[in-house]
């Protein structure tokens, strides 16, 4: 048997690694998706909308997908714009939709003023568990209303972000219980006047 080289050989399985990725967002409809599409969320030019700005959000709302997911590689690109009060938004994931109630449990790369690129435990622990430092804020986030690139890999325990090719998250769970799966979701954030959009989402499952 022919042994390939060490390096060639990490070079196969870190491809082999991921499966093809899959669009969770046809960019026309709604399919694959859950929650206030009447109401809250919109679709606009391509992408996922909610919010206004003349109208306060008054509450946290969530448009989440109908499948599960546990190991993947996520990429996606948000914008937000907003005039008074905390505007904010955030990509849920390895999420619960809490019965009855409107909230969500779960992983979150949250987004807004001074939370760019930062890992939220949103609902459970209601703590940030990872930000990045200053600087590497400043090398990351865009001046508010312009298109971000964010991407998110969870492998394991292990969560990394990376906001406009920038990482700035790397974070190991290390507390037991908390669930390795569940849910994408987006959200907008109650308490402003904002419009929160996210498009182009594309999921690369772990194998």
Not at 18 to 44: C, H, K, M, Q, Y
């Amino acid at each position: 048997m022919k042994l390939l080289p060490a390096f060639l050989f990490s070079a196969v399985t870190a491809t082999c690694a991921l499966a093809d990725p899959v669009a969770l967002f046809d960019g026309r409809t709604f399919t694959g998706w859950e929650g206030n599409t009447g109401s809250v969320w919109r679709i606009e030019d391509g992408a996922l909308v909610a919010g206004s700005l003349e109208k306060k959000q008054e509450k946290n709302d969530f448009l989440a997908t109908t499948k599960s997911y546990s190991n993947f590689e996520l990429t996606l690109k948000w914008k937000l714009e907003g005039t008074e009060g905390f505007v904010n938004g955030g990509v849920q994931f390895r999420t619960k939709r809490i019965p009855n109630h409107h909230e969500v449990s779960g992983y979150q790369a949250d987004l807004g003023k001074g939370y760019d690129g930062a890992l939220y435990d949103e609902s459970r622990r209601k703590k940030m568990l990872a930000q990045p430092s200053p600087e590497v804020l400043e090398k990351a986030r865009k001046p508010l209303g312009e298109w971000n690139d964010y991407r998110i890999r969870a492998e394991g325990p292990r969560i990394q972000i990376w906001l406009n090719g920038v990482q700035t998250v790397d974070y190991t769970e290390t507390e037991p219980g908390i669930d390795m799966s569940g849910i994408i979701a987006v959200q907008i954030h109650g308490g402003a006047t904002s419009i929160v959009r996210y498009k182009d989402l594309r999921i690369e499952e772990l194998r």
